[in-house]
Structures are given as C-alpha cells and as structure tokens.
C-alpha cells in the first residue's frame, strides 16, 4: 500500500465507511423474535443440560463411587460421601450436585469411567429456591430414568 492511498484511507475514515455500509445494508431487515414458552428453541445434540446418573438394565445405579467426578470438577459444586459394603465394595451415602454452582463443562461426564453420569438436553431449571436447585441422588437417578433412551450429549 503506497503513501497516497493511506493517506486518502485515513482522511476518508474507510473502515468506518465501510461499517457504517454494514449497518445500513441490515438495518431495514426484520428482527427475528421467538415467543419463548409457545415456541421452544432447538435444542442441539451436543448441548449439555441437566446432569442424569444412569443404571444398569437390572435397575442397579452404575456409578461406582470413585470420585473421580468430583475431582475433576473445576467449581467443586459435586459433593460425594461414601461408606463400604460388608462385601468391601463402597456404597454411596451422599451424591449431591449445586447446580447453581455449575459451569455445565462437562468434565465430570468425561472423567466417570464406567459412564455412569451424563448430561441430557433438559436446559429449563429455572427455580424460585436453591434448595430445589441441590440435586441429589435420588433426583438425580430419577432424571435418568427420565431420559434413558433419549439421546444425551456423551452417549
């Protein structure tokens, strides 16, 4: 670029000509406005909602109470309290998630080995209370029983 046309570009503030050619080209177009709760967004594949644990076909939950969930969770908000079987194998006391506290990264789904945690496309959790917004085990369960078949973001 020579000398003249920088000149010539700087006097004539082209980039600001060139976004002000921008806005005027889209500034008669019809905004695009949903009615939210008549008309629901589409929800893609890959999104990450509402956390789900899973169970095994025989109704036994396949989370194995390794921990490992809630190490790798950057918020901390997975809280795990475990005990042991008389069979030597651990048994879950406590499985609590702050869903308030959640980045919804999805970290913990890819650290469970045995894939017992998922994340379904459920992403209405809208609450008047926190209490309701800590789920627990069994709520937990519940929305995989709820969502067992569907498709879920690490399936």
Not at 97 to 119: Q, S
Request: glycine share 6%.
């Amino acid at each position: 670029m020579s000398g003249l046309e920088k000149f010539i570009k700087t006097i004539f503030f082209w980039e600001i000509l060139k976004g002000m050619k921008l806005t005027f080209k889209t500034m008669f177009d019809k905004p695009v406005t949903r009615l939210y709760p008549k008309e629901k967004p589409v929800v893609p594949p890959v999104s990450r909602g509402l956390h789900a644990l899973r169970r095994h076909p025989n109704g036994k939950e396949m989370c194995i109470a390794c921990g490992l969930c809630a190490a790798y969770c950057p918020t901390r908000c997975i809280n795990i309290r475990t005990s042991e079987n008389p069979d030597h194998s651990k048994a879950i006391d406590v499985y609590e998630i702050e869903i308030l506290k959640c980045l919804f990264c999805g970290y913990c789904v890819e650290a469970c080995p045995v894939r017992a945690l998922t994340m379904t496309q459920e992403y209405e959790l809208a609450s008047y209370t926190r209490e309701s917004l800590l789920y627990t085990k069994a709520m937990l369960l519940a929305n995989g029983d709820r969502y067992v078949g569907k498709e879920t973001h690490f399936d």
